[in-house]
Nanobody
Framework: QVQLVESGGGLVQAGGSLRLSCAAS????????MGWFRQAPGKEREFVAA??????TFYNSVKGRFTISRDNAKNTVYLQMNSLKPEDTAVYYC???????????????WGQGTQVTVSS
């Protein structure tokens, strides 16, 4: 069982930046692909970014503004979010999967989420 704990959310003005972190309890963290998803009020959960290792990453339309990275020594995955827009407002979840992908059903373990609010 992998436990995931997100942090780093908060309130920021449009154009600002935040870095989300997700710490994993599992010492085999490096074997998992890690993803970030988000869910805005009244909307379905959507894929944001995922990473297996190094340059093996996927992004949705946030590519160019957001960067996903991981530090296996710290069992942590990050999401650097720049040039934030009000439409980025959502609860952001990290998740772990045995394989890299964009579909939520691939991800077996989920964190509780962290709120990101971008004001205009």
């Amino acid at each position: 069982q992998v436990q995931l704990v997100e942090s780093g959310g908060g309130l920021v003005q449009a154009g600002g930046s935040l870095r989300l972190s997700c710490a994993a309890s599992e010492r085999t963290f490096s074997y998992y692909a890690m993803g970030w998803f988000r869910q805005a009020p009244g909307k379905e959960r959507e894929f944001v970014a995922a990473i297996k290792s190094g340059d093996n990453t996927f992004y949705n339309s946030v590519k160019g503004r957001f960067t996903i990275s991981r530090d296996n020594a710290k069992n942590t995955v990050y999401l650097q979010m720049n040039s934030l827009k009000p439409e980025d407002t959502a609860v952001y979840y990290c998740a772990a999967a045995p394989v890299l992908g964009v579909q939520a059903y691939l991800y077996k373990y989920w964190g509780q989420g962290t709120q990101v609010t971008v004001s205009s």
